[in-house]
């Protein structure tokens, strides 16, 4: 079950990419935010970027469809358990589309500023979402 009472820059995070909005982002992240990304050999640095990364992920899902299952806050930081699905109907990378759908869960934390995302450590099981789409 979704958590009701997400902090609000997540709520507005999780809307807008069900939206297939990337721009909220700029809502959401500072503009020198750095985010580390399991998979991704060095941290995307910056508002863009993170926003290119993430346009690239919802051209390969445009029907991604992702939830937060909980939220734990400690001091500066928040903790999120997502889920995500979706359906491989646009590129991944080099990768054409398969048709095939996904379902995934990662984890999220943020360290904040003034209400805004100064760092963000996000995992997902990509081994799995390749496996789902027969290519691992």
Not at 10 to 29: H, P
Request: hydrophobic letters at 45%; one cysteine or more; charged letters at 20%.
């Amino acid at each position: 079950m979704p958590v009701p009472s997400l902090l609000q820059y997540e709520l507005i995070w999780i809307e807008g990419l069900n939206r297939g909005d990337v721009s909220v982002a700029d809502d959401v992240f500072l503009p020198d935010c750095i985010f580390h990304v399991t998979g991704v050999p060095e941290p995307i640095r910056g508002v863009g970027p993170w926003k290119e990364f993430i346009a690239g992920f919802l051209l390969a899902f445009p029907d991604l469809h992702l939830t937060v299952e909980r939220q734990v806050i400690e001091g500066d930081s928040v903790a999120f358990h997502w889920r995500g699905t979706g359906t491989h109907t646009g590129p991944l990378g080099p990768v054409p589309a398969t048709g095939k759908k996904m379902a995934i869960e990662g984890l999220i934390i943020d360290r904040l500023v003034d209400g805004k995302v100064q760092e963000r450590w996000e995992q997902f099981d990509q081994s799995l979402m390749l496996h789902q789409l027969g290519l691992a």
